[in-house]
C-alpha cells in the first residue's frame, strides 16, 4: 500500500482520491514491477496511513534519501514548516509544525521531526542535531535558533554555525549592529566585503556583505560557544524603477571570508523553496488528511518525490531541463520514466 503511495507521489500526486485512481490506471504496472494485486480504496489508504507510526516511515525514507543520494556536502540547513491546513480553526486535529534538517547541496532530509503543540522548535532542532554527525559540516538557521545554548550544541557535537541575529538576542542585536554600521561609515576603517548581483528579468537583486573588524570589544562574546566572527548582508531589490532594501546581521563560529557568508546564508534559502515547493506543486497547505500520522507520512514522501527529481534532472546531459513538476507529470504519464527516477538509471 505504501508503495502505491510513494509511486504516486512521486509522480506528484497527494491526494487519496488521486493516488487511488493513479493505482487503478497503472493496476497492471504495479503487478508487474513490484507484484501488487490489489489496489486500496481512498477510504483504506486513509485508514492505514493514520494507523502507521510516522516515526518509523519518516526514518526508512530519510536512510533511503541517505543511500540514493548520499551525505557529501558541507551545509545543513535547519526550518520549521506548519501544514496550515492543521492550524485552521474548528480543525479536528492539533497543528501540526515539522521541523527538518536539510543537506543543501543535494536536497537530502537527514531528519525531521514534529514539534509538539505545546512546545516550539528549539528544543526539537536541538534533537535533531544529535541524529547526524556535524563534524565538517556547517549549519545555518533562523534567529529563532540564534540563542546560547544551541550554539554550544551545535560546537559540541563538532559543527560550526551562521545564524540570524534580530530582536530576540536585543543586546547582541543592537551591539553588533551599530559596531558594524559604524564601521562601515568611518572611512578610516577597513572593512573586508563582498558584493553579488543576480538579474531575472525586470528584477535585479544586490547583496553586499560585511564582516566585523574584530569582535574583541564584544563584551559577552565568552558566553557564545565557538564565537568568531560576525556580518552584515544588505540586499537591495530594483523592480520597475522602485528599490527596497533591508539589513540583516549574523554570527558565525567560522572566521569565513563575506564571499563564504554570501553564499551560505543564500543557499540556506533552499530549504525554503522546498517548502514552498510543497505548498505550490503538492498543494500541502490545503491538504485534507484528518490525522497527524498521514500528515508527517505525505510530508516525508514529497520531500523525497522532490529531492530525487531533483538529482535525477541534475544529471542529465542535456542543457535544457525540465522543471521538477514537469518531470513528474512525466513520470505519470510514461512509467518508463518513472521507473528510471526509482532506480536513478539515466
Given at each position: 500500500?505504501l508503495i502505491?503511495?510513494?509511486?504516486a507521489?512521486?509522480c506528484?500526486l497527494?491526494?487519496?482520491?488521486?493516488?487511488?485512481?493513479y493505482?487503478?490506471s497503472?493496476?497492471?504496472?504495479?503487478?508487474?514491477?513490484?507484484?501488487?494485486?490489489?489496489?486500496?480504496s481512498?477510504?483504506?489508504?486513509s485508514r492505514v496511513?493514520?494507523?502507521?507510526?510516522p516515526?518509523?516511515?519518516?526514518d526508512?525514507?530519510?536512510?533511503?534519501?541517505?543511500?540514493?543520494?548520499?551525505?557529501?556536502?558541507?551545509?545543513i540547513?535547519l526550518d520549521g514548516?506548519?501544514i496550515?491546513?492543521?492550524?485552521k480553526?474548528?480543525?479536528r486535529?492539533e497543528?501540526?509544525?515539522?521541523?527538518t534538517?536539510y543537506?543543501t547541496?543535494n536536497?537530502?532530509?537527514?531528519?525531521?521531526?514534529?514539534?509538539?503543540e505545546?512546545?516550539?522548535?528549539i528544543p526539537?532542532?536541538?534533537?535533531?542535531?544529535?541524529?547526524?554527525n556535524l563534524?565538517?559540516?556547517?549549519?545555518?538557521a533562523?534567529?529563532?535558533?540564534?540563542?546560547r545554548?544551541?550554539?554550544?550544541k551545535?560546537?559540541?557535537c563538532?559543527?560550526d554555525?551562521?545564524?540570524?541575529l534580530?530582536?530576540n538576542?536585543?543586546i547582541?542585536?543592537q551591539?553588533?549592529?551599530?559596531y558594524?554600521?559604524?564601521?562601515?561609515a568611518?572611512?578610516?576603517?577597513e572593512?573586508?566585503?563582498a558584493?553579488?548581483v543576480?538579474?531575472s528579468?525586470d528584477r535585479?537583486?544586490?547583496?553586499?556583505c560585511?564582516?566585523?573588524?574584530?569582535?574583541?570589544?564584544?563584551?559577552?562574546g565568552?558566553?557564545?560557544?565557538g564565537?568568531k566572527s560576525?556580518?552584515?548582508i544588505?540586499r537591495t531589490?530594483?523592480?520597475?524603477g522602485?528599490?527596497?532594501?533591508?539589513?540583516?546581521?549574523f554570527i558565525?563560529?567560522?572566521d569565513?571570508?563575506?564571499s563564504?557568508i554570501?553564499n551560505?546564508?543564500?543557499n540556506?534559502?533552499?530549504i525554503?523553496s522546498?517548502?514552498?515547493m510543497?505548498?505550490?506543486?503538492?498543494g500541502?497547505?490545503?491538504?485534507?488528511?484528518?490525522?497527524s500520522?498521514?500528515?508527517?507520512?505525505?510530508n516525508i514522501?514529497r520531500k523525497?518525490?522532490?529531492?530525487?527529481?531533483?538529482?535525477?534532472?541534475?544529471?542529465?546531459?542535456q542543457k535544457?531541463?525540465p522543471?521538477?513538476?514537469?518531470?513528474?507529470?512525466r513520470?505519470?504519464?510514461d512509467d518508463?520514466?518513472?521507473?528510471?527516477?526509482?532506480r536513478?538509471?539515466?
Open positions: 500500500m502505491v503511495v510513494h509511486c507521489v512521486m506528484g497527494d491526494k487519496l482520491e488521486a493516488i487511488e485512481e493505482g487503478k497503472k493496476r497492471v504496472w504495479l503487478k508487474e514491477v513490484f507484484g501488487i494485486e490489489r489496489i486500496p481512498d477510504s483504506t489508504l496511513l493514520n494507523l502507521v507510526n516515526d518509523i516511515v519518516v526508512c525514507v530519510v536512510e533511503m534519501m541517505k543511500e540514493e543520494l548520499g551525505t557529501s556536502g558541507e551545509q540547513a514548516k506548519t496550515r491546513a492543521t492550524a480553526e474548528m480543525t486535529q497543528k501540526i509544525h515539522i521541523v534538517m543537506m547541496e536536497g537530502v532530509v537527514l531528519g525531521q521531526k514534529a514539534v509538539p505545546k512546545t516550539n522548535e526539537v532542532v536541538r534533537e535533531l542535531l544529535e541524529l547526524f563534524a565538517g559540516k556547517v549549519i545555518t533562523d534567529a529563532m535558533h540564534c540563542n545554548e544551541t550554539a554550544e551545535i560546537i559540541g563538532g559543527g554555525y551562521v545564524l540570524s534580530k530582536g538576542q536585543e547582541a542585536y551591539e553588533i549592529a551599530e558594524i554600521e559604524d564601521c562601515i568611518d572611512p578610516l576603517i572593512v573586508e566585503k558584493k553579488t543576480e538579474k528579468r535585479i537583486e544586490t547583496r553586499v560585511y564582516k566585523t573588524p574584530t569582535l574583541d570589544w564584544f563584551a559577552s565568552e558566553e557564545w560557544a564565537l560576525a556580518y552584515s544588505r531589490v530594483e523592480r520597475n522602485k528599490k527596497t532594501f533591508e539589513a540583516a546581521y558565525s563560529s567560522l569565513a571570508s563575506p563564504r554570501l551560505l546564508v543564500r540556506h534559502w533552499k525554503e522546498m517548502h514552498w510543497l505548498d505550490v506543486d503538492y500541502e497547505d490545503d491538504c485534507r488528511l484528518l490525522n500520522n498521514a500528515h508527517q507520512i505525505m514522501l523525497n518525490a522532490i529531492a530525487i527529481h531533483r538529482h535525477f534532472i541534475a544529471a542529465m546531459p535544457t531541463k522543471s521538477v513538476l514537469n518531470h513528474m507529470l513520470s505519470l504519464i518508463d520514466t518513472l521507473l528510471a527516477v526509482l536513478s538509471d539515466l
